[in-house]
């Protein structure tokens, strides 16, 4: 699996949107990329995936470069619950399904 | 959506001896489950992949002995921590994956051997 590189932490401001970067720059073609995040003390939580197109959900946007070596999480309106440790993971979609996790990215909302 | 509980949320004991950490999918089948530990202020590690009804397959650098892993049926998959030390204190995360979901995971374990 390819490996990420997110920076280690970040701020957002509650109720602006909160972007957060991952750099992907030797994933393959048939590699999707992965968010996660973990709250203090609990197991990860999925956020959403995507492989070549943008991707939104309940949750968050996904927003894939066009040659794929980057992505961006968007959280639209960062509340203080989304203050959390993000991790973007890039996986083949047909392997065993495990998930190897890199440091991912510290967002702290602040009011 | 899919759900995996793992138990206990904590638990504490002595040097020397074992304990069991239980994880389910709570409302699907998981052929394959995941095993992950995580050290204060670190990322989560993989320590193993635990397959219904075969061998688990450990990650390189964590002892097979030490970590039993069974998964006697679709639904749990059990790690047994065998004569804990201090070092073994730490978060033990599971995970599971229905077919047509993402990996999902379950709540942690806080072990502390004291």
């Known amino acids: 699996d390819a490996k990420t590189t997110q920076p280690p932490s970040m701020d957002c401001a509650e109720g602006r949107a909160a972007n957060l970067p991952c750099n992907h720059s030797?994933?393959?073609?048939?590699?999707?990329v992965y968010w996660y995040r973990q709250i203090h003390s609990q197991g990860p939580q999925y956020i959403i995936h995507?492989?070549?197109n943008n991707e939104t959900n309940e949750m968050a946007s996904l927003i894939i470069t066009e040659d794929r070596k980057s992505s961006t999480l968007i959280l639209p309106h960062a509340t203080l619950r989304d203050t959390a440790v993000y991790y973007c993971?890039?996986?083949?979609?047909?392997?065993?399904?495990?998930?190897?996790f890199g440091q991912g990215t510290t967002l702290q909302v602040k009011p | 959506g899919a759900v995996v509980s793992q138990h206990p949320s904590r638990v504490i004991c002595k040097s020397g001896t074992s304990v069991k950490i239980e994880c389910r999918s709570l409302?699907?089948?998981?052929?394959?489950m995941f095993w992950y530990r995580q050290f204060p202020k670190q990322s989560l590690m993989l320590m193993a992949t635990?397959?219904?009804?075969?061998?688990?397959?450990?990650e390189q650098g964590v002892e097979k002995d030490k970590f039993l892993i069974n998964h006697a049926s679709l639904t749990l998959s059990t790690l047994t921590v065998t004569s804990a030390h201090p070092e073994d204190s730490s978060f033990y995360i599971c995970?599971?994956?229905?077919?047509?979901?993402?990996?999902?995971f379950g709540n942690g374990t806080r072990l502390t051997v004291t």
């Open positions: 995970s599971a994956r229905d077919v047509s979901s993402p990996l999902h």
């Open positions: 030797t994933i393959s073609g048939n590699e999707y």
């Open positions: 995507g492989l070549k």
């Open positions: 993971i890039v996986r083949f979609s047909s392997n065993t399904g495990k998930l190897i």
């Open positions: 409302d699907f089948q998981a052929t394959t």
């Open positions: 635990s397959n219904e009804g075969s061998k688990a397959t450990y």
